[in-house]
């Protein structure tokens, strides 16, 4: 198993491009999320997913999106880039809620 | 909200030492997590532990939900235990919104 999967590793954009943060996991995980990291303040929710078809808001949702059309895919969308979503992204997923959490590499976006 | 804290912030050790990393709680959970993060940035799940105490190698973990703190305990620490521990929450109760701490950062001189 490959486990959690995030490309890119590195992306830099303008302010205003849109972009799309991919996230695959092989484990037939239901739960899956997305985090962004920044300098001192720990992990943050973005966005969930409890299975295909079924997404919901985390704590910090303004400015990106969600779809969950596979159990195996959860990409998350930056629809008009700014400067204040500079951080890194991490995808996580884990088999049921409640259950262990498994992330990816993560994914260090700049925005310029 | 819940409120989750970690202490102590920073942590200095040679290799060798024992060492015990703190999290508190303001309210009762059901699943608390730690995870490790290594200075290339990777996240690794150390320990799904509501309630009890397990151990993996020399790291050990004990929650005591009733008091509402976790403690991680590291044994011979090495040089590779180095980077940030989490601990993470659920906001309430049977929700799949986690709330991470803001870690204790260790350092582990050889």
């Known amino acids: 198993n490959a486990g959690v999967t995030q490309t890119p590793k590195f992306q830099v954009l303008k302010t205003g491009q849109s972009m799309t943060l991919q996230c695959a996991q092989d484990?037939?995980?239901?739960?899956m999320s997305w985090y962004r990291q920044d300098p001192g303040m720990g992990l943050r929710l973005i966005h969930y997913?409890?299975?295909?078809?079924?997404?919901d808001q985390g704590e910090v949702p303004n400015g990106y999106n969600v779809s969950r059309s596979t159990t195996e895919d959860f990409p998350l969308r930056l629809l008009s880039a700014a400067p204040s979503q500079t951080s890194v992204y991490f995808c996580?997923?884990?088999?049921?809620?409640?259950?262990?959490?498994?992330f990816g590499s993560g994914t260090q976006l700049s925005v310029l | 909200g819940i409120q989750v804290e970690q202490s102590p912030p920073d942590l200095i050790l040679q290799e060798g030492a024992n060492s015990t990393l703190r999290c508190n709680f303001s309210?009762?959970?059901?699943?608390l997590q730690w995870f490790h993060q290594n200075p290339w940035g990777q996240l690794i799940n150390l320990f799904y532990?509501?309630?009890g105490t397990k151990q993996n190698g020399r790291l050990s973990a004990t929650t005591v939900a009733t008091e509402r703190y976790s403690l991680l305990y590291i044994s011979s620490s090495q040089t590779t235990d180095s980077g940030v521990y989490f601990c993470?929450?659920?906001?309430?109760?049977?929700?799949?919104?986690?709330?991470f701490g803001t870690g204790t950062r260790l350092q582990v001189f050889p």
């Open positions: 997913s409890v299975g295909a078809g079924i997404t």
């Open positions: 484990m037939n995980h239901e739960y």
């Open positions: 996580a997923s884990s088999y049921e809620r409640d259950e262990k959490l498994f």
């Open positions: 532990i509501p309630s």
């Open positions: 993470a929450v659920p906001v309430s109760y049977n929700t799949d919104k986690l709330i």
């Open positions: 309210d009762s959970v059901n699943n």
